[in-house]
């Protein structure tokens, strides 16, 4: 990463707010570490079948649908820093995801020495998340999720595969507001953690993806001179 750009950015958006794709193009810009809390999950998951006791214990809650306690979340993290390069930079999605982490992180910030991170917010509504995803098809064989704007939305073909797209009853309207509710929920605790620190940036996510891109790239660099006069 340039040195104008924060090393150590956190982005936080509802489903459908397009904030995987952001993180992407973040990461090939600045060619940055990208650390999903997700994939760390599914990393330790797969362990299980090798009998790795916390991979067991990870799987059991995973297949109940239970989220993964805040400690064994802080672990994963710092297991996953000791392998990466710090210096290029971090992305985190989908971490920290309650306050317990973000002090957590706190904590790893200072052990290894990395610098302040900065929260990038992608707002998007109630009623725009419950279209976005009510439009959601998927590939059933790899999972790929396509939008209107994919090129093969309207022949309901798959791009890799070819096969036909479905639509998934969680991007159902009602069960669609339902986890809206509960990301804001989970969401406004860590935005007032941030506010409270000069560390959020918060983006309008109802535009195109460049907007959203160009306006997070401009308020990146300009974020340390901003923080500085505050
Ligand atoms: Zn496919």
Redesign the pocket.
Known sequence: MVTSIPKLIIIMGPPGSGKGTQAQLLKEKYSCNYIATGDLVREMYKKAATGDPLGLEVKKRYDRGEPQPDDIILKFVRQKLITIDTQRGIIFDAFPLSEAQARGLDEIIKDFKLDKPVAINIKVGEEDVVQRLSLRKY?P??N?VYYPKSPTYDSNK??????GLIRRADDEAGVVRKRYKKYIDRINVLVMYYEKRNQLISINGEQSVEKVASEIEQRLSTYQSDYAQK
């Open positions: 590939c064989k790899d790929s798959c791009e890799k595969c070819g096969k």
